[in-house]
């Protein structure tokens, strides 16, 4: 990896762990916490392109497993990972690595903001595909009763999206280092 590659990557780490600075919010009647840090995980795949994407996203996760408090909250460990939103979590360097895929892609101006948005909704249900089963599995709830629930939280990560698409878009247009994703 290149030292911008590094540098880049490293940025994005810390980027998800000022996210997770911010606490989960819990909404009534529903089971699963809010939580900024989803803005994070699609920032860290529509800026960084798949391969550093996923490279942040791991070493992310790693940290967390290993005991940093880098989740929501101040909170991390196995103990959260294998939790009951440890699937949606785990989730995250798929979902990063495929809104990457799409973005890296993108080299019209035409419809951008449009493709980013569709990029970032691929990511964003590839994280409740798995979440919503391991938690529903996890507290031996009916799986439709869960995705039902879910709903809510599912409308504000399309609002998290739209937010996420606008500076995606505008930094890749403006910082041409990071307009195509280079493999290294
Ligand atoms: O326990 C955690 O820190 C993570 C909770 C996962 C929350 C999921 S991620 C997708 C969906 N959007 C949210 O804001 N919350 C749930």
């Not at 916490?33 to 860290?44: A, D, E, K, N, S």
């Not at 909250?73 to 995250?92: C, K």
């Not at 990029?119 to 439709?144: D, K, T």
Request: hydrophobic content about 60%; some cysteine; proline content about 6%.
């Amino acid at each position: 990896m290149k030292t911008r590659s590094i540098t880049l990557v490293s940025l994005f780490v810390a980027v998800m762990i000022a996210f997770g600075a911010l606490p989960t919010l819990v909404i009534p009647f529903i089971p699963v916490p809010f939580t900024f840090q989803m803005i994070g995980v699609m920032l860290v795949g529509s800026i960084l392109g798949a391969r550093k994407g996923l490279v942040a996203m791991l070493v992310f996760i790693a940290l967390a497993a290993a005991g940093v408090p880098v989740l929501s909250g101040y909170r991390g460990g196995l103990g959260v990972l294998l939790g009951p939103t440890g699937g949606y979590i785990l989730a995250w360097p798929l979902a990063t690595f495929v809104i990457g895929l799409i973005t890296d892609y993108i080299n019209t101006k035409k419809w951008a903001l449009f493709r980013y948005y569709l990029a970032i909704l691929a990511g964003i249900l590839i994280i409740y595909f798995v979440g919503v089963p391991w938690f529903a599995f996890y507290n031996h709830l009916p799986l439709l009763g869960v995705a039902e629930s879910n709903l809510p939280l599912l409308l504000l990560d399309l609002v998290k999206a739209g937010a996420a698409a606008v500076v995606a878009c505008r930094l890749k247009q403006r910082l041409p280092f990071l307009k195509k994703s280079k493999l290294v």
